[in-house]
């Protein structure tokens, strides 16, 4: 089969963060021309509506009532995703403490996952050669039927150690409690927590660099298109 006539590949990569999660998939979506879709940018997102619009993160039934709302939207292009708020670049706010310490509340409430677990699906079925879609529960509840299923995992260390990378200047065992603490409540929520699908292949991230583990998913991906 001719590569322009392979039918779209529909990845999806889950697991907590600090694993490497997006750095993988921008970079897998780049190298093999597929869509990418953060699915924590979206919840990012709808709290961050949240918290603007003075919504109590505290009251579920206030959150379920205001989750159809905000107008979000994702851009897939892996070398510059990006997203919106009611027209509203996001990109930026969505990454600061106020959401960031409120996005597994929000999460939790069943009407926004249902909310963005439709848009996300929509935007799947309409990537045209494919797309890679990272997240916490993408296949096991959004894309269960997801070609390729990968979940990554690393040591706690390693995640703090990344994260507080990332987050300039954070001390790296609070920001390991906080990992830890958010596992907990992605993990234990009653509606799609963060899990392992049974046919996603796992893969340690603790002492790889990341292009082995960009490699690594690369040739999972080409192993599944060429039918092996």
Known sequence: MENGAAKPVIVAIDGPSGTGK?????????QLGLSYLDTG???????WWMVTN??????ASAIAAAAAKPDILSGTDPTEPTITVDGVDVSGPIREQEVTSRVSAVSAVPEVRARI???QRAIAASAVTGIVVEGRDIGTTVLPDAD???????SPEARAARRSGELKGADLRTTREALIKRDAADSSRKTSPLAKADDAVEVDTTDLTLQQVV??????VEEKRAGK
């Not at 390729?148 to 690393?154: M, P």
């Not at 490699?215 to 999972?220: G, I, S």
């Open 41 to 47: 940018a979206q919840y990012r997102a709808i709290t």
């Open 148 to 154: 390729l299923k990968i979940f990554l995992t690393a």
């Open 22 to 30: 997006s750095s993988t998939s921008k970079a897998v979506a780049a």
């Open 117 to 119: 677990t439709e848009l």
């Open 54 to 59: 003075g919504i109590d993160i505290a009251d």
């Open 215 to 220: 490699e690594c998913v690369v040739t999972l």
